[in-house]
């Protein structure tokens, strides 16, 4: 396999890797746990946060899935590209 392809999928995972931790930092936290110990567990009622959330819930899915695809590859094109393995 060409070099280029694992460039791009380290490029690819750096990207999401930053991006999969700022979109769980964004994730309201649901009470009771680390995040209302350190004052996270004040709550705003915004209008259509409901949605909000599921979009952010949705967005995080889908970079998970991408970052996981990225190690995988990873890992597949690591077993194919060093010699004995």
Same mark, same amino acid.
């Given at each position: ?24 930092? !964004? ?11 350190? @004052? ?5 009622? $915004?209008? *259509? +946060? ?11 899915? !889908? ?11 990873? @890992? ?5 590209? $060093?010699? *004995? +393995?």
């Amino acid at each position: 396999m060409p070099m280029w392809f694992a460039y791009t999928l380290i490029t690819l995972l750096v990207i999401t890797s930053i991006l999969l931790t700022l979109l769980i930092l !964004l994730h309201r936290g649901k009470g009771g746990g680390m995040s209302s110990m350190f @004052g996270g567990g004040v709550t705003s009622s $915004l209008a *259509g +946060s409901s949605v909000a959330e599921k979009n952010l819930d949705r967005y995080t899915v !889908l970079v998970g899935i991408v970052w996981f695809a990225c190690i995988v590859g990873l @890992g597949l094109w690591m077993r194919l590209a $060093l010699p *004995g +393995s």
